[in-house]
């Protein structure tokens, strides 16, 4: 089991930057990675995933403005922000997803709070 804890969310300007961080309690090595976020009444949505080849996808609303990466080392994820857009307000969940022998094994952190806001 892995257990996943985000960091850096908090309040930026509109046009801002900001890095989240996904610390992850054991190796991440064989799992795919995302980032998720979920707004007010709305439903969850992939922003981005790096599988552990490396490849990556972007939800549309976010390509070209954030970047996701991975650190097997470290056992960290990250997701750079920039070019905030209120509308980017949510709580941003990490994720890590595998699928092996038929099973599928998925973790998720608690959350962490981005609001984009003058």
């Known amino acids: 089991q892995v257990q996943l804890v985000e960091s850096g969310g908090g309040l930026v300007q509109p046009g801002g930057s900001l890095r989240l961080s996904c610390a992850a309690s054991?190796?991440?090595?064989?799992?795919?990675m995302g980032w998720y976020r979920q707004a007010p009444g709305k439903q969850r949505e992939l922003v981005a995933a790096?599988?552990?080849?490396?490849?990556?996808n972007y939800a549309d609303s976010v390509k070209g403005r954030f970047t996701i990466s991975r650190d097997n080392a470290k056992n960290t994820v990250y997701l750079q922000m920039n070019s905030l857009k209120p509308e980017d307000t949510a709580v941003y969940y990490c994720?890590?997803?595998?699928?092996?022998?038929?099973?599928?094994?998925?973790?998720w952190g608690q959350g962490t709070q981005l609001t984009v806001s003058s």
């Open positions: 994720n890590a997803f595998m699928r092996r022998w038929g099973l599928s094994y998925e973790y």
């Open positions: 054991g190796s991440i090595s064989i799992y795919t």
């Open positions: 790096i599988t552990n080849g490396g490849s990556t």
